[in-house]
T-cell receptor
């Protein structure tokens, strides 16, 4: 099976940088994705890492190390609207390429 | 505008009743999924379909049923066999590595 670990809550101040870590265990790792979900809303796709290294999209970056079964989401210049839950998800080729989601990290941005 | 629609947004059901949640997409995606989300938790896969007229059980399929008669539609029925159905239900479709989610249906059993 697959399992993912990420912190349940992170708090940061506006303008700061925050890193949300994700460690995973899976037999047929194919890629790591990140999704954002505001309270009461639907998850929206943020980024995908299929290979080792850093992917940058504006204020958000995502990193993957396949040898360490580890990735992180980096949010820079935090804004109040970034307060949301962030989920990492792994795609496993031994599970029909389905996504398995972590439990989510609730980010609270304070003024 | 392309996207995924789910209806209704809120649904109330009496115990012992079956209820069907709608999911429609016009993104021309082959794969569609149903997830369940409980408060403060992640998403758990109920059923998925990678092509019309074919679907597979996910991690928590017991008490649920689906059909995929058309590419655009993937309705989910929550049956009376589902012992704790109160949750937020999300439908998604995908192309390659990205899943696109509908707005969700919040089901409450009275």
């Amino acid at each position: 099976g697959q399992s993912l670990e990420q912190p349940s809550e992170v708090t940061a101040v506006e303008g700061a940088i925050v890193q949300i870590n994700c460690t995973y265990q899976t037999s047929g790792f194919y890629g790591l994705s990140w999704y954002q979900q505001h309270d009461g809303g639907a998850p929206t796709f943020l980024s995908y890492n299929g290979l080792d290294g850093l992917e940058e999209t504006g204020r958000f970056s995502s990193f993957l190390s396949r040898s360490d079964s580890y990735g992180y989401l980096l949010l820079q210049e935090l804004q109040m609207k970034d307060s949301a839950s962030y989920f990492c998800a792994v795609r496993d080729r031994n599970a029909g390429n389905m996504l398995t989601f972590g439990g989510g990290t609730r980010l609270m941005v304070k003024p | 505008d392309g996207g995924i629609t789910q209806s209704p947004k809120y649904l109330f059901r009496k115990e012992g009743q079956n209820v069907t949640l709608s999911c429609e997409q016009n993104l021309n995606h082959d794969a569609m999924y149903w997830y369940r989300q409980d408060p403060g938790q992640g998403l758990r896969l109920i059923y998925y379909s990678q092509i019309v007229n074919d679907f597979q059980k996910g991690d928590i399929a017991e008490g649920y049923s689906v059909s995929r008669e058309k590419k655009e539609s993937f309705p989910l029925t929550v049956t009376s066999a589902q012992k704790n159905p109160t949750a937020f239900y999300l439908c998604a479709s995908s192309m390659v590595d990205t899943q696109y989610f509908g707005p969700g249906t919040r089901l409450t059993v009275l």
